[in-house]
C-alpha cells in the first residue's frame, strides 16, 4: 500500500477504534450508493464509513486525486463538465453530491440519475445565506447572483452557486432530495489547514496570537459527524434542508486554542510550551491580521458576522445529529497533521505566517508596556 493511503488508512482506523458504535455496526439494508467525488477529504470519510455499514460504492471522478484509495470500490472515470454518459443507464439506491459547485453540472449529474436513483444528497454550505448577521435557519433567503450563468466560483460567487446548485439538485429530484448545509467542516484529511492551523500552531510551541477573548463562540463540524448525518440520511430516507455546525453555544475560541495546547503537549511535546496571548478586535484590526484566514475560525461577532456562531441546527439535531466533543476532533486532527509530509506541516494553507505573529506580538507587548 502506498505511504498516503497507509496514513489515511490508520488515521481512519484510529477513529473507527474511537467511535465504535457508529462505525462498526452495520445497516439493516445495505445500499448501492454512488458518490460522486469520493476520494478527497469529506468524501473519505463517507467512504470509510459507507463501507463500515455494509454498502456497496460507486465513485464517479476524473481519476486524478488519492486513486490508491479504496481499491475495492468500482469506478467510473468521467467528468461532471459533460463527460456523463458512465452514469445513464446505471441504478442505484442513492447519490451522495460532495463536489458540486457549478449549478449546470449539478443539473446535468441530477437529470441523468433521477429515473434510476432513489434519493439525491448535495452537500452544499451555509454560505448560501448573503450574511450572518442574523441567525438564519433553513427557511432564511440565500444569496442570489445578478447573472446565473456565471461559472467562476470565487469568494463573491461560492455562496449563490452553491444554492443555484441546491435548487437544481431538488428540480430533478423533487421531494426526493437532501441538502446539506454545513459550516467550516473540521477533522483528519482537512486539506484547506483552517482548523488545523491551531493545533499545528501549538505544535511549534512558543508564544501564539489568539483573537478577541477566550469566551467568543465558534461554530464547527467534524467531517466524521457529516459523514455520519450522510449515511444515516440515506438510510433513513431523510429529505429536506438542514444546516449542520455545532449547535450554538458548546464550543468557543477558548476551548479550541485550551485543547490545541494540550493536544500539543501530549503529541508534539514541542521544546518550548506553547502559551496564547489574546488581543482584542480592535487590536488586531489596527495591525491588519485578518479575521478567518489569520486568524482561522475565529470571526468578531459585529457587522455581516454579528450571528457567525449563532446559526440554529434544529433541524439537523432532530434527525440525529451528533457532535464530536473539540477535544477529540482536536487531538485527532493534531495525530494526522503529524503524519504528513513535512514540506504540509511547515507550511499551512491558514492562519498567520510566523514572521508576522512575531511582528505582531511584538507590538501587542509594547502597547502593553506603554499603557502600563
Known amino acids: 500500500m502506498k505511504r498516503r493511503a497507509f496514513l489515511v488508512a490508520a488515521s481512519l482506523a484510529t477513529a473507527s477504534a474511537a467511535a465504535p458504535g457508529r462505525l462498526a455496526a452495520k445497516a ?12 478527497r477529504f469529506i468524501g473519505v470519510h463517507m467512504s470509510q464509513l459507507a463501507l463500515a455499514r455494509g454498502h456497496t460504492l460507486t465513485f464517479f471522478n476524473r481519476g486524478r486525486t488519492k486513486t490508491d484509495l479504496f481499491p475495492e470500490v468500482e469506478r467510473i472515470k468521467g467528468d461532471r463538465n459533460g463527460e456523463i454518459e458512465g452514469l445513464k443507464g446505471r441504478k442505484w439506491d442513492a447519490v451522495i453530491d460532495n463536489s458540486g459547485y457549478v449549478p449546470r453540472h449539478v443539473q446535468l449529474s441530477a437529470e441523468a440519475l433521477a429515473p434510476n436513483v432513489g434519493q439525491y444528497l ?11 448577521s442574523v441567525p438564519r435557519d433553513e427557511s432564511s ?12 466560483v470565487d469568494g463573491a460567487t461560492y455562496g449563490p452557486l452553491k444554492a443555484l446548485c441546491e435548487q437544481a439538485a431538488e428540480a430533478a429530484f423533487p421531494g426526493r432530495a ?22 499545528a500552531r501549538a505544535a511549534r510551541g512558543g508564544e501564539m496570537l489568539a483573537p478577541g477573548t477566550p469566551r467568543d463562540r465558534i461554530q464547527v463540524l467534524d467531517a ?3 459523514a455520519a448525518f450522510a449515511i444515516r440520511a440515506l438510510e433513513k430516507r431523510t429529505y429536506g434542508r438542514f444546516n449542520l455546525v455545532s449547535p450554538p453555544g458548546m464550543f468557543t475560541m477558548g476551548a479550541l486554542v485550551g485543547e490545541s495546547v494540550r493536544s500539543a503537549r501530549q503529541l508534539a511535546k514541542p521544546s518550548e510550551p506553547p502559551r496564547p496571548v489574546w488581543a482584542s478586535v480592535e487590536f488586531l484590526e489596527q495591525h491588519k491580521v485578518e479575521a478567518w484566514s489569520d486568524m482561522p475560525v475565529w470571526v468578531p461577532a459585529k457587522g455581516d458576522g454579528a450571528a457567525f456562531a449563532d446559526t440554529p441546527v434544529k433541524r439537523a439535531l432532530d434527525a440525529g445529529l451528533e457532535t464530536t466533543p473539540l477535544r477529540k476532533a482536536v487531538r485527532d486532527t493534531l495525530a494526522w497533521h503529524l503524519q504528513r509530509p513535512a514540506a504540509e ?4 494553507k491558514a492562519g498567520i505566517a510566523p514572521e508576522r505573529e512575531r511582528e505582531v506580538l511584538a507590538a501587542l507587548k509594547a502597547r502593553r508596556a506603554a499603557d502600563a
Open 178 to 199: 437532501t441538502v446539506l448545509r454545513p459550516g467550516l467542516i473540521v477533522g483528519p484529511e482537512d486539506n484547506t489547514d483552517r482548523f488545523t492551523y491551531w493545533p
Open 122 to 132: 448535495f452537500v452544499s454550505s451555509i454560505s448560501v445565506y448573503p450574511d450572518l
Open 141 to 152: 433567503p440565500v444569496g442570489k447572483l445578478e447573472d446565473e450563468t456565471v461559472e467562476k
Open 345 to 348: 506541516q511547515e507550511k499551512l
Open 224 to 226: 466524521r459527524d457529516l
Open 28 to 39: 439493516r439494508q445495505p445500499l448501492r450508493i454512488l458518490i460522486l467525488g469520493g476520494t
